[in-house]
């Protein structure tokens, strides 16, 4: 069972940002997939962004140009830097891993505030 703990939530002004970190148990580096995830009050879960096993970035097209994912494979960290927050990027955002299709291992989420 592969631990994830999310940290860097708060409350930001619009415009402000941000860093989101994951910290996982072990190696996710070598998993199909590791990101983040967020959902809105009333909404589903949606995908903010994710590294696939070959380390491509893929981005939910709300945050393009905005959102930055990167990692650190010898502290099996995984870091979300989020610039020129909005109030819609108002959710709680998840970490997950994905060792292979089908299975997902999530964080407890950690909430991100944008007041406008």
């Known amino acids: 069972q592969v631990q994830l703990v999310e940290s860097g939530g708060g409350l930001v002004q619009a415009g402000g940002s941000l860093r989101l970190s994951c910290a996982a148990s072990?190696?996710?580096?070598?998993?199909?997939?590791v990101g983040w995830y967020r959902q809105a009050p009333g909404k589903q879960r949606e995908l903010v962004a994710r590294?696939?096993?070959?380390?491509?970035?893929n981005y939910g097209d709300s945050v393009k140009g905005r959102f930055t994912i990167s990692s650190d494979i010898a502290k099996n960290t995984v870091y979300l830097q989020m610039n020129n927050l909005k109030p819609e990027d108002t959710a709680v955002y998840y970490c997950?891993?994905?060792?292979?299709?089908?299975?997902?291992?999530w964080g407890q989420g950690t909430q991100v505030t944008v007041s406008s």
């Open positions: 997950q891993a994905s060792p292979n299709i089908g299975t997902n291992y």
């Open positions: 590294l696939t096993r070959n380390r491509t970035p």
């Open positions: 072990e190696n996710i580096f070598r998993f199909n997939a």
